[in-house]
């Protein structure tokens, strides 16, 4: 099952964490979204979760995904999949389509598509999971 929260805590505060298998933590490559994940992987672990992972999501390029890996290294999180920024995103949004429907062949939902099957078959949030 998977569940698509909003980025708050407020869920996690309300008991959805007992549910939870492998919470994703998607950040983008700025300090706010970063030191937000990073609390919400702190609330995570306090409530009893032991996987937590971060997505790096809009990833322009490698400075993009360094900040990121460092910032999650430096902080003992794992990085347990990577969405590179894709303009067919926005367009999406837009058009008000699902992003599967209106770039089924997109780089943002291919990399969707990795992560979704790491998280079938365990590599990914806490599994020994690498970059995606």
Known sequence: CILDTEASPEHLSRGTAQYADAPLLVVEPYFKSLETGRRMAALGKDLGLEHVALIANKMRDERDLDAVTEF?????????????????????????????????????????????????????????????
């Open 72 to 132: 999650a290294e430096s902080h003992g999180l794992e990085v347990g999949g990577i969405i590179p920024f894709d303009e067919a995103m926005p367009g999406a949004e837009r058009a008000g389509s699902s992003p599967l429907d209106f770039a089924p062949d997109g780089l943002a939902v291919a990399a969707i598509e990795r992560i979704a099957r790491g998280l079938v078959d365990g590599s990914v949030a806490g599994n020994g999971a690498t970059r995606v």
